[in-house]
């Protein structure tokens, strides 16, 4: 029974059981909810908010409080950008690519410098650089949607490509194979979780923690501005707030999956199956026609309930 019970509490575990019961509480209220297309389709939302929180993954398993609530912001940005960028035009989706991610990276790299150099707490470096993008992003678009989606990148997103899957699927389970190779084959993997579970010790041992951290905060903004060339590859146009949406779905995406808020802890693949767990819920809430506030309370009551469940846990590596 002891043995049970901790596997019942193995985050992986519990992830997948969430999985298996919303698809089953999902096809009881809407027939049909379980079949292919509808899981294609929650698939690809999915790996959008799974790309977002592997860099949200990143920067709290390297510790010290790490969050990145600017990943929003980044979004917006990254969906406005990438829009337009390429104006409707498939041969601009690199340069909107190259655009988007580069510019989100950069700041991305202010937030670590401001973490690192300054001392400044990740929460308000991350939330003031979120009210910095959200200003510009007012001044630059005026308030009005701005931007237009090439065709070969919405098909992309959004139209099957191999086995009746969608082509982000694929670059989500690429993005995984890097995320899994970093943390767990290199050494820079190593510097982040040795700087996660104890940086004074790790910076002994001769890892530069300053540069190491500052870089996680430059790839959680790569991560975010790509999600939004996703974005609006998956809407066809942006508007400003497009990514306000994802904040804390990849806050809880990330404890869903195991990585302990705390830092040190945690692997990616816990990550893709709280990203999955999180979308489902999000379809099971919607078929309910439940209102966006409500959505957002039963949120942040998964997130606390968690928080109880895990803190009451011994380890939570996986």
Known sequence: ME??????????VLASLAILVLLGVGEFLSPGFARGGQIA????????????SAGQALVVIGGREGIDLSVGALISLGALVAGNVMSGENGAIFSAILAAGGLA???????????????????VMTLGMM??????????????????????????????LVFGLPGVLFVWALVALAMWFILRRTALGYAIYAMGANERAARLCG??????????????????????????GYTGNSFISVGDQYVLPSVIAVVIGGVSLAGGTGGYFGVVLGAIALT???????????????????????????MLLYGRTKRLRV
């Open 3 to 12: 043995r049970f019970r901790r596997l019942l509490t193995e985050p992986l």
């Open 41 to 52: 389709r929650i698939l690809t939302v999915s790996a959008i908010l799974g790309l977002v």
């Open 280 to 306: 489902l819920l999000q379809s099971v809430l919607t078929t309910l026609q439940l209102e966006f506030w409500g959505r957002q309370l039963i949120f942040g009551a998964v997130l606390l309930g968690l």
């Open 105 to 123: 990276f950069v700041i991305g790299l202010v937030n670590g410098m401001g973490v690192t150099l300054v001392r400044i707490p990740p929460l």
């Open 131 to 160: 009210g910095v993008i959200q200003g510009g992003l007012v001044v630059l678009s005026r308030g009005i949607p701005s931007g237009n989606a090439a065709p070969a990148l919405m098909t992309f997103i959004n139209r099957p």
């Open 207 to 232: 890892v530069r923690t300053g540069l190491v951290r500052t870089l996680l905060y430059g790839l959680s903004g790569l991560m975010a501005g790509l999600t939004g060339v996703c974005v609006i």
